[in-house]
């Protein structure tokens, strides 16, 4: 019982310190979206709807 209180514990703490975050990704051609789950430097991916896609992965507008 007190492994599983100290891995909750451990695993609080990494929210708390940015070690667990979410993430948005877009492929360089701008067509599809991920949602990345990073768990320190090893990540979990699932891809974004088509549709929101296109909503989400917008080429920057260039400033003049």
Known sequence: ????????????SGCATETFTNRLACTVAG??????????????SSKIDAKDSKVVCVAPVPKK
């Open 1 to 12: 019982m007190r492994a599983l209180l100290v891995i909750g514990a451990l695993a609080l």
């Open 31 to 44: 067509d599809l979206a991920y949602h990345v789950s990073m768990y320190g430097p090893i990540g979990i």
